[in-house]
């Protein structure tokens, strides 16, 4: 699968010397908050003991809703949602989000990778390929699948909690397993 989103990043600031009127800080890559966090606010320091050894986190992209908040969160968490997000893209995105709130993004992790379905054209097109997947097609001559109305079954997956979907930006959607 190749990756075609954006790579979560922080910007990390001094707050010493915001608090003193100047913009110290820099974008790095989320993925690598929890080392590099530390060691930027070392350097500052060293640089510049006036400003003290705070650091804050001003902006972010890459995150969608996905993002934990605030200006001092944890940095290991950070760094694994980030990682989560490079690994697995939009669907992560939207997981994420859908798992709003959760404390533990090692859960949240945990619990996409076993949810995670895969990516369709829609709900219907999931419903032929689980059905086709689980040989239920199988046990059906040829001449009466066309009878079968998947888009049916695929709406009473959904309506009876056994998925959700989430639309792709753009085209199609995400498929989960809700029963994890």
Request: aromatic share 16%; glycine share 10%.
């Amino acid at each position: 699968m190749t990756a075609t989103h954006e790579v979560p990043r922080i910007w990390v600031g001094c707050l010493g010397a915001y608090n003193a009127g100047v913009l110290l800080g820099e974008w790095i890559d989320a993925t690598e908050a929890d080392t590099k966090v530390n060691e930027l606010n070392a350097d500052w320091y060293k640089e510049n003991p006036e400003f003290g050894d705070e650091w804050f986190i001003a902006d972010h992209e890459g995150f969608g809703n996905a993002w934990p908040g605030g200006e001092w969160p944890d940095l290991d968490n950070l760094a694994k949602l980030a990682e989560a997000l490079e690994e697995h893209g939009e669907a992560f995105k939207a997981y994420a989000e859908y798992e709003d709130g959760a404390d533990d993004i090692i859960e949240v992790i945990k619990k996409f990778e076993e949810a995670y379905l895969g990516d369709y054209e829609n709900v219907t097109e999931y419903a032929w390929d689980f059905l086709e997947d689980t040989g239920a097609l199988a046990e059906i001559p040829d001449y009466l699948v066309n009878y079968f109305d998947f888009k049916a079954y695929g709406r009473d997956l959904e309506h009876n909690g056994d998925i959700f979907a989430v639309e792709k930006k753009g085209f199609g959607v995400h498929i989960f397993n809700n029963h994890v």
